[in-house]
């Protein structure tokens, strides 16, 4: 069932279920009670408005359209996200039919993400929220679950995409903090609170983690059940084209974070790519020195300059040892590896006494290290992993819309137009996808 308020004054909702089928669609008592009224419809259609709360429909098709009437100044209008999660449809024997159904894209093995038909999700704990997904985007990890053989696990048969921006339409008894018609930014990634981890603080090191959109549903849907304390408010009037880069910034805020940047410090970024960009947008906005962008891609390379970066080299021409220490005199402050392959790089480009970042991932990077220079430079050397604690500051960031994230948006694309979205960014001519279920 899909369904909104127009500014005519009308509700409408679309119900779809089985040819032939009878049903009859219960209405919430606030609206029945001020006469709501059906005024229009497709295919053939039985009608009985007189009982109180509910109206009988038989139809021949599979689709159905109402619309229906609310006087203004009645509260309805306002109210709509919770009519539509009220509304059901049952058979005239009082069976429940599924009338919900939604388009999401599912995850069927090593390259393959199918578009299908799915119930919409229902509440099931206490703590659980539905959502109606505004918007999605595609992040490297999803690229590397559908690599054949993938470079990421995942759950055969669950809905894809943990990066989203989505508006609450119901919600589980126990859930105080959210109200109906909210906007949230999702932290996918769901810890026990429980484990030893947990216990200690570091919930992004939780054992018995789970993710949306990797492991269980996630939000390359139209709907989507998320627990309540994996969403974080969002102003309404904060862009999508900054909203969306909630999930990868905080990700990256973790590893900024780390880096302890002092004004003035010289950095340079490995990698120019969403990861990438985002760090160099950060180090712009928090004072740094030169910010210098290695990227072998000519496309990328033009993105770091747009993010801020003031020199930009090409590892395949460009002698980037020399010309760090050209900018730098004795190397940078703080070298990030947004790759995932170049600490040995790393080290040839960081001072003495400096940071290096290790954001990137590759499972299989088994590399030679210089490990006397580490010690007798005493470089610190630093992972960062997913976010921690970091979606607070990470929506503060986006509503005061003081990085230009929205210059890193390449490609609009719908739901089932997704799989234009992954060749985009698989030929490397995509940095930023915002996919619209
Ligand atoms: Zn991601
Ligand atoms: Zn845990």
């Known amino acids: 069932m899909r369904g909104q308020a127009d500014t005519t004054g009308f509700i409408r909702v679309e119900f779809q279920f089985q040819p032939n089928q009878a049903i009859h669609l ?235 940047i002092q004004p003035g410090d010289h950095v340079v970024v490995l990698g120019a790519g969403p990861i990438g960009l985002l760090f160099i947008q950060l180090f712009r906005a928090s004072g740094a020195g030169r910010v210098i962008a290695v990227e072998p891609a000519p496309l990328r390379r033009r993105f770091a300059l747009a993010s801020g970066a003031d020199v930009v080299l090409d590892p395949g021409s460009d002698d980037c040892v020399a010309r760090v220490m050209e900018h730098t005199e004795i190397g940078a402050d703080i070298v990030v590896d947004a790759v995932g392959t170049l600490l040995p790089r790393a080290i040839e480009l960081v001072r003495r006494r400096g940071r290096i970042i290790l954001f990137g991932m590759n499972s299989h990077a088994q590399q030679t290290i210089a490990q006397n220079t580490i010690t007798r430079h005493e470089i610190s050397i630093l992972g960062a992993y997913i976010s921690r604690h970091t979606f607070p500051q990470v929506v503060k960031l986006l509503e005061s819309q003081v990085l230009p994230l929205p210059k890193l948006v390449t490609h609009r694309v719908s739901l089932p137009e997704i799989d234009k979205a992954f060749a985009a960014l698989r030929s490397g001519e995509a940095i930023e996808v915002i996919i619209k279920p």
């Open 26 to 260: 219960q209405i919430p008592p606030d609206l029945s009670a001020c006469g709501a009224s059906v005024l229009a419809h497709r295919s053939k259609l039985r009608l009985h408005a007189d009982k109180a709360d509910y109206f009988q429909i038989a139809v021949a098709g599979v689709r159905l359209q109402l619309r229906l009437h609310a006087a203004k100044g009645d509260g309805i209008l306002s109210n709509t996200p919770f009519i539509l999660a009220c509304m059901k449809a049952r058979t005239f024997s009082g069976e429940e039919v599924m009338t919900r159904t939604m388009c999401a894209a599912v995850f069927r093995g090593p390259g393959k993400l199918s578009l299908e038909s799915r119930p919409v999700p229902e509440i099931k704990k206490d703590t659980d929220v539905l959502l109606e997904v505004e918007g999605a985007s595609i992040c490297g990890t999803d690229l590397h679950i559908l690599a054949d053989p993938p470079g990421h696990p995942a759950t055969l048969g669950s809905i894809m995409g943990h990066e989203y921006v989505a508006r609450v339409v119901d919600a589980g008894i126990a859930v105080s903090d959210l109200n109906v018609g909210d906007r949230v930014v999702v932290d996918p990634n769901i810890t026990c609170g429980n484990c030893a981890y947990c216990k200690r603080g570091m919930a992004n090191m939780c054992s018995q983690m789970t993710s949306l959109g990797i492991f269980i549903d996630g939000g390359f849907a139209e709907f989507n059940l998320a627990p309540a304390r994996s969403l974080y408010r969002i102003d309404s009037e904060t862009p999508i084209e900054q909203a969306i880069f909630a999930e990868p910034l905080s990700c990256v805020l973790n590893g900024f974070n780390q880096a302890q």
